[in-house]
């Protein structure tokens, strides 16, 4: 059996990879998630393992080429008895038959009652493949269908978009799997679908059916492909204020050096952006590149107004597109996105208005969503560091000799909280509806500045089994791929706690949001020299000690004060406790 590589999806705005190296070449075998190449996208360096055991019989993609997300790249045979050509292997893709059109009736697509499908794969008169909601992260269970790109009835191509989908880290288009005829759409638009659940029925050739009665579609073969514009729905009807001098035609895959996503390319069709008025729009993109945030920024100042001039908006108070994976009581009236109402005010020639780009969009909704989630609670605590703070001073050097990297107090910081949640493992927890679901592993995120100024989080995995060196390393090395956009997705998902370090800052007391569907974050605060009353040798004396506020704002619908209080508490004595005969390094 023949089974495809493509191109993976790395993050919600890349729409293609550039393929670095083949480390597997045709005749070779390969085990199931085995490294087969290594590839390059916007956000991230990464190795691409094999989908299954079996031989490299075609690399559809050469070493720097630039393929999109979705396309075949490279083929494998799982067949043991299969022929394969080692020497040079000619790339087949084996794609269903699908009638000419002048071989077939021209008949309506009618709903009647029929037997239920029963597929034989080994059937040659055809058979049904169902589309389900694809997993895109490792802590997401279910994806919001935002778009329909076609409808019952319309031919498909193998990798040709279906749809497009919201969760709760990305927005994506979903690819056909196969070629064939849309037969059924199972979910519509607006609707919020668990990952693996059927979302749509593909028809390849005539199917057979069995003896049970079930109500199905039934599409015939239309006389010839219809090829109509992708339909997106609005409440009232755009009206364009800007006159545009080229006739609106299908947007090329690339224009001179610069290059259109699918994306782009569908919505500019739809909304009938011509070439002309895209290539005047700035993009936020990879070398200047238009993303979905742009052109929907565009159409929405287009259609208020606004003239674009050279690359130059003037751009008024207007709604800016948002993610929406929040579930809602009823669908969106735009299921494209929710867009933020802009107040309306005039705001004057002495204000500068900056569009959100789509990180800062993403954390936005991301807050709003957690306040509208958990009920915040946050308390206090104070730990005095001083043994600390000199047992750093004095090892830090030994430290960035042996280790290469410099040795901070966050590592410290982690190991203090990670002692106490293995003592208090309620706080490590998440809900589901009416269940509390305990980690039985303390994963722990830690907020990164990008060079951007917007924030990452990744997940120190399995951080309740490391030691003060192992900690930091992670810590390190982590924080340094983040800097680069060398994370793989996995790494920033899958955390069971947070902590924010804002004392770099000097911010000396905050009040952090949870980090969703996390249940608990713990801040740490400015380290400051300051008079307090110690006892010494049972007498109370003033003296200069390094203190530092720690706070952990938690989730009251399932940590109480006397719960987060406690673990706070063996945070701030765990901290007060370090010094060089207690630190293991």
């Not at 085995?34 to 050469?62: F, N």
């Not at 002495?350 to 789509?358: A, F, Q, S, T, W």
């Not at 930091?472 to 924080?479: G, H, K, V, W």
């Not at 060398?486 to 000396?508: Q, R």
Request: aromatic residues 4%; hydrophobic residues 40%; contains cysteine.
């Amino acid at each position: 059996m023949k089974v495809d590589v493509v191109m993976p999806k790395m993050g919600e705005s890349i729409q293609e990879g550039k393929i670095l190296r083949w480390l597997k070449k045709p005749g070779d075998n390969v085990e199931r998630d085995e490294i087969l190449l290594e590839i390059s996208t916007d956000k991230v360096d990464t190795e691409v393992p094999s989908p299954s055991a079996g031989i490299l019989t075609a690399l559809l993609a050469q070493e720097n080429d630039t393929v999109e997300v979705g396309k075949v790249i490279a083929q494998l045979e799982t067949e043991s008895s299969a022929a394969i050509v080692h020497s040079a292997p000619a790339p087949v893709i084996d794609k269903p038959i699908v009638p000419e059109p002048s071989k077939v009736d021209d008949k309506p697509i009618v709903e009647i009652s029929v037997p239920t499908p029963s597929i034989n794969p080994s059937h040659n008169s055809g058979s049904i493949t169902e589309v389900v909601m694809p997993k895109m992260g490792e802590s997401i269970q279910e994806g919001k269908v935002l778009r329909w790109l076609k409808k019952p009835g319309d031919t498909i191509e193998r990798d040709e978009i279906l749809l497009e989908i919201s969760t709760d880290k990305v927005d994506t288009e979903v690819p056909s799997p196969i070629a064939g005829t849309l037969s059924e759409l199972k979910a519509q638009e607006g609707d919020t679908v668990e990952v693996g659940k059927v979302i749509a029925l593909i028809s390849s050739g005539n199917v057979s059916v069995s003896n049970q009665s079930n109500t199905i579609v039934a599409p015939a073969p239309a006389a010839a492909p219809i090829q109509t514009p992708i339909a997106v729905s609005h409440p009232s009807p755009i009206v364009q204020a800007v006159e545009v001098s080229a006739p609106v035609v299908d947007i090329p895959r690339q224009s001179g050096s610069r290059f259109y996503s699918p994306l782009v390319r569908s919505i500019s069709e739809a909304e009938k952006v011509s070439l002309q008025e895209l290539e005047s729009i700035k993009g936020s993109g990879l070398e200047g590149r238009v993303t979905k945030a742009d052109i929907l920024q565009y159409i929405a100042h287009r259609s208020s107004g606004t003239t674009v001039i050279q690359n130059t908006a003037v751009v008024p108070p207007a709604p800016m597109p948002i993610a929406a994976p929040i579930q809602q009581s009823a669908p969106a009236p735009t299921p494209v996105s929710v867009p933020i109402q802009a107040s309306g005010k005039n705001w004057g020639n002495d204000v500068e208005i900056i569009p959100m780009d789509r990180v800062r969009q993403i954390i936005a909704d991301h807050m709003i969503k957690s306040k509208q989630t958990s009920p915040h609670v946050t308390s206090v605590g104070e730990a005095d560091i001083t043994q600390l703070v000199h047992f750093r001073e004095k090892n830090k050097a030994a430290f960035e000799k042996k280790e290469g990297f410099k040795l901070t107090l966050t590592p410290f910081f982690v190991k203090a909280i990670v002692d106490a949640v293995k003592k208090y493992p309620l706080v490590n927890v998440s809900v589901d509806g009416t269940n509390i679901i305990r980690h039985k592993n303390v994963n722990l995120s830690f907020a990164t500045v990008l060079p951007d100024g917007n924030l990452i989080v990744p997940v120190i995995k399995g951080s309740d089994t490391m030691n003060l060196s192992g900690i930091s390393r992670s810590i390190n090395d982590l924080a340094q791929r983040a800097r680069t956009k060398k994370l793989s997705p996995d790494e920033i998902t899958g955390g069971t706690i947070s902590m924010t370090n804002m004392g770099a800052w000097g911010s000396l007391f905050g009040t952090p949001v949870i980090n969703q569907p996390q249940t608990a974050i713990i801040g740490i605060y400015a380290v400051q020299k300051r008079p307090v009353v110690v006892e010494v040798n049972g007498e109370d004396m003033i003296a200069i000690r390094h203190m530092l506020y720690v706070s952990i704002t938690y989730d009251h619908r399932v940590i109480d004060g006397v719960l987060a209080s406690s673990c706070l508490r063996e945070i701030c004595q765990g901290l007060s406790k370090m010094n060089a005969s207690t630190i293991d390094l």
